[in-house]
């Protein structure tokens, strides 16, 4: 036996069209016609004149907007455009770098050269110094290093977040500079 389905669970189409359209009256636009107010009546016969749809586009309006087109057409360009504007939409990379307190120069300039080539990239750098165990006593060493950090890397990125102690790492966040 075939299934039935829960009325309420059917797809809600994101606009009214044609019938399910409740206003008395409503404000035409589009192309191969006249715009202005019409009697729904009158505007969905248009529609059928046309072998269109009658699309609500702002039914907050007084009276709605309706336009006439081809619904399944008009659906598939609102999801290109979606897409294309999710597409443009930019991606924030966040790159870690983790320094110990006593990190000494040849490492601090090797990793100084990394967020660097991140920075230039486009993408965020976060940079920490992790404490173990004792380690904690030195805060202020590691403070003072990601400050020295946060200088060098002043033509490439801009400073986001001063360092910070989040329970056994102090953090600061460089983003680039917009170019």
Known sequence: ??????????????NNINEHI???????????????I????????????LELDLVEISAQADPPVCKILDYQK??????????????????????EIRFGPQTDDHDYNFKLKHAQGFLQEGAK??????FKGRSI????????????FANDLEDFGKVE???????????????????
């Open 161 to 179: 977040q001063m360092p910070q102690l989040e329970g056994k790492r102090m953090i600061i966040m460089i983003s680039p500079k917009k170019k």
């Open 137 to 148: 006593l030195f805060k202020e060493q590691g403070e003072v290093l990601l400050l020295r």
């Open 38 to 49: 019409y009697s729904i009546q009158d505007a969905r016969r248009m529609a059928v004149d």
């Open 74 to 95: 008009y659906l598939y360009q609102q999801k290109k455009k979606a897409k294309e504007i999710k597409a443009k939409a930019t991606k924030v990379v966040v790159k």
């Open 22 to 36: 409740r206003a008395s009256q409503v404000r035409l636009v589009g192309d191969n016609l006249t715009p202005g």
């Open 125 to 130: 750098v976060k940079a920490y110094v992790f």
């Open 1 to 14: 036996m075939g299934q039935r389905r829960d009325p309420r669970q059917q797809k809600q189409a994101p």
